[in-house]
């Protein structure tokens, strides 16, 4: 049973527009929800992260929406640049004891079209 | 770079074959962590490490068999592996207290 998912495989957006990328969960013991961005040929890079004690997190133009009730985070792009295409992976992880334990999505394939 | 090294980044080995992976942290960090990447699956953790001592196996077949010498080297040992072990292997750090680890680049693995 896939506890992080995301369920659109794929999506494509004009350069310029907000590209947005949305995950859910179903594990309520998950605290912390991070975004992972991965090239070809190259492991996921962090991108950004929110606590389950907030519902926005912002970093230039990265934001991740936090709704704990509906157990649905989404990562908003704006403005998208080309240099956004990658797949973009939605992680989850209980409350830390020592080492962690991510629980990945699926990913979502990005592109930006010019 | 993440200061997390694989190597090698491509292998192909038989079925017969036994091979060694091998990954470096230079972060300091002292959890270490080996994951499987499947075509169109998401990222599977595999073993935990921590501070060298095993924490987690994910229910993965021993002929997968990680080895933590120090905090800073982890190998995953392969033999007699079968084609469906195809995948992207990925090695990860992580410091206690902080959440998200840091992904090596990862070694691409094909077993014919």
């Known amino acids: 049973d896939q506890q992080v998912k995301q369920n659109s495989p794929s999506l494509s957006v004009q350069e310029g527009r907000i590209s947005i990328l949305n995950c859910d969960y179903t594990n309520s013991m998950f605290d912390y929800f991070l975004w992972y961005k991965k090239y070809p040929a190259e492991g996921p890079t962090f991108l950004i992260s929110?606590?389950?004690?907030?519902d926005k997190n912002e970093d230039g133009r990265f934001t991740v929406f936090l709704n704990k009730s509906a157990k649905h985070l989404s990562l908003h792009i704006v403005p998208s640049q080309p240099g956004d295409s990658a797949v973009y992976f939605c992680?989850?992880?209980?409350?830390?004891?020592?080492?962690?334990?991510?629980?990945f999505g699926q990913g979502t394939r990005l592109t930006i079209n010019p | 770079e993440t200061g997390v090294t694989q190597t090698p980044r491509h292998l192909v080995m038989g079925m017969t074959n036994k091979k060694s992976l091998k990954c470096e942290q230079h972060?300091?960090?002292?959890?270490m962590y080996w994951y499987k990447q499947s075509a169109k699956k998401p990222l599977e953790l595999m073993f935990v490490?921590?501070?060298?001592?095993?924490?987690e196996n994910n229910s993965v077949p021993s002929r997968f068999s990680p080895e933590c010498p120090n905090s800073s080297h982890l190998f995953l040992h392969l033999h007699t592996l079968q084609p469906e072990d195809s995948a992207l292997y990925l090695c990860?750090?992580?410091?206690?207290?902080?959440?998200?680890?840091?992904f090596g680049q990862g070694t691409r693995l094909t077993v014919v």
């Open positions: 490490y921590n501070f060298k001592e095993q924490t």
């Open positions: 992680a989850a992880s209980p409350i830390i004891q020592g080492a962690q334990k991510l629980v």
């Open positions: 972060l300091g960090h002292n959890a």
């Open positions: 929110i606590s389950s004690i907030k």
């Open positions: 990860a750090s992580s410091q206690h207290g902080s959440h998200g680890a840091f």
